[in-house]
């Protein structure tokens, strides 16, 4: 996930930062996607790249998010906005299901374990990595925007546009993620059933519809 977004938002020509556990690791990632599209990409640890961003994108599984946010805390900021694009889910006897975290979604998790340190948004849950990695064709579908300030809403909208093709649906309040992340568990059984590469979400009825 995190690497089709790189290739995405460098291809748009913003500067992106891969963080990583391992500072290598990023970097040999970020170099190979550069070399992908023609465009820097950089790497560094997730705490380096924290410090570096002003739109910081939390695409790991959830279970690990909260260590990182940890170890990320000191470089956040209320001027900077993070993103969780993040998805709870487990199987249980061999059932794929999203679960609701105490804090409802994995979205307010991260809200409330960042606390009043960097405003929290969500989307792109319902973005499948493959497609994002498709480079030569562009997104189709939509994603759900949710914040609780409504600034950084907007603020997010406009990045997550930036992705050719994407359109971002304003969804409201950050409690709002807990509609929008079990769909992916939806999507993710379609894609099986239908045996394609990938099965998004689009909305109708919306003004200022693409
Ligand atoms: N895959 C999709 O199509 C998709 C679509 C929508 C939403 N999502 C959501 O996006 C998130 C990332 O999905 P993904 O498929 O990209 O996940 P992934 O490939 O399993 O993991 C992404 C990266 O997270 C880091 N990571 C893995 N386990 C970790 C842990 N326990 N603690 C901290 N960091 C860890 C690893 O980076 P380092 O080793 O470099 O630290 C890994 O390369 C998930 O929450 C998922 O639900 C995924």
């Known amino acids: 996930m995190g690497q089709g977004l790189a290739l995405r938002w460098a291809m748009a020509g ?3 930062i891969i963080g990583s ?8 990632i970020a170099q190979e996607l550069s070399l992908r599209i023609g465009k820097p990409i950089l790497g560094d640890t997730n705490l380096e790249a924290t410090r570096s961003a002003d739109f910081i994108v939390m695409s790991v599984p959830f279970e690990g998010c ?7 805390a000191p470089a956040l900021s209320m001027d900077k906005i993070m993103l969780s694009a993040m998805v709870p889910l487990k199987v249980t006897d061999g059932l794929l299901a999203c679960y609701s975290p105490p804090a409802g979604s994995a979205a ?3 809200a409330k374990l960042v606390g009043n340190r960097v405003r929290v948004c969500s989307a792109l ?3 499948g990595a493959q497609e994002l990695q498709r480079i030569d064709r562009p997104i189709e579908g939509d994603t759900v925007v949710c914040g609780d300030d409504a600034q950084a809403r907007r603020q997010t909208i406009s990045y997550v546009e930036k992705i050719a093709n994407l359109r971002a649906i304003d969804g409201g309040r950050l409690c709002n993620s807990r509609l929008v992340e079990p769909v992916t ?7 099986g059933r239908y045996k ?3 099965v998004g979400i689009k909305f109708i009825g919306l003004n200022g519809s693409k």
Do not use: D, H, N
């Not at 909260?66 to 990320?72: D, N, Q, R, S, Y």
């Not at 568990?185 to 894609?191: D, P, V």
């Open 14 to 16: 913003e500067k992106v």
């Open 21 to 28: 556990r391992s500072k290598e690791k990023a970097e040999k």
């Open 66 to 72: 909260e260590k990182i946010l940890e170890e990320v």
């Open 108 to 110: 307010e998790t991260v």
């Open 125 to 127: 849950q319902t973005i």
């Open 185 to 191: 568990a939806l999507l993710i059984k379609l894609t």
């Open 196 to 198: 394609v590469p990938a």
